[in-house]
């Protein structure tokens, strides 16, 4: 059996937006759940969710960027950017072709979808972003982090991954 080894770590979760943040949170008992604030709910019979707060998109991606990526790209981008600092690789000084991060994800671009299907069924379709199909798929925060840091990057479908730890 090969061996993987974690070398780094990096979350952006409804209780913090990073590693430190979020294990702090965690054993202090934080609740991440709260009133619904990214959209209005006044419709919906659900109020509460685990939104993540106070998340600065600019520090991780170029404004001009941020217009062709949905939420989950960035909010993976900032945590893949925690985790390679994490881990203290010297990519110059590694064989980019042994190095992998696996990002999993078990589906993207939600709002996208649903903003993108919106402005369609109301404006017409023509009106659709044309970075429709690369925001809503779930391997775009795979390819654009390897944009990134030039690395080999594998996507792992969302069902669940058994590693033997030794």
Avoid at 11 to 31: F, H, L, R, S, Y
Avoid at 51 to 61: L, M, P, Q, R, Y
Avoid at 115 to 133: A, I, Q, T, W
């Amino acid at each position: 059996m090969r061996r993987v080894v974690i070398t780094g770590m990096g979350a952006v979760t409804p209780v913090g937006n990073n590693v430190n943040d979020m294990w702090e949170a965690v054993k202090a008992g934080k609740c991440g759940i709260g009133k619904i604030t990214h959209f209005n709910t006044e419709n919906s019979a659900v109020k509460l969710a685990g939104e993540v707060k106070g998340f600065d998109a600019e520090s991780i991606v170029d404004k001009a960027e941020l217009r062709k990526m949905d939420d989950f790209t960035i909010y993976a981008l900032a945590a893949a950017d925690e985790a390679v600092k994490d881990s203290a690789i010297d990519f110059g000084k590694e064989d980019t072709l042994r190095c992998g991060v696996i990002l999993s994800s078990g589906i993207g671009g939600l709002t996208t979808i649903q903003r993108e299907c919106l402005r369609g069924e109301s404006k017409g379709y023509d009106r659709v972003s044309p970075h429709f199909v690369p925001m809503s798929i779930t391997n775009m925060a795979d390819s654009d982090y390897m944009e990134c840091v030039h690395v080999l990057l594998l996507h792992v479908p969302v069902e669940p991954m058994l590693l033997e730890m030794h």
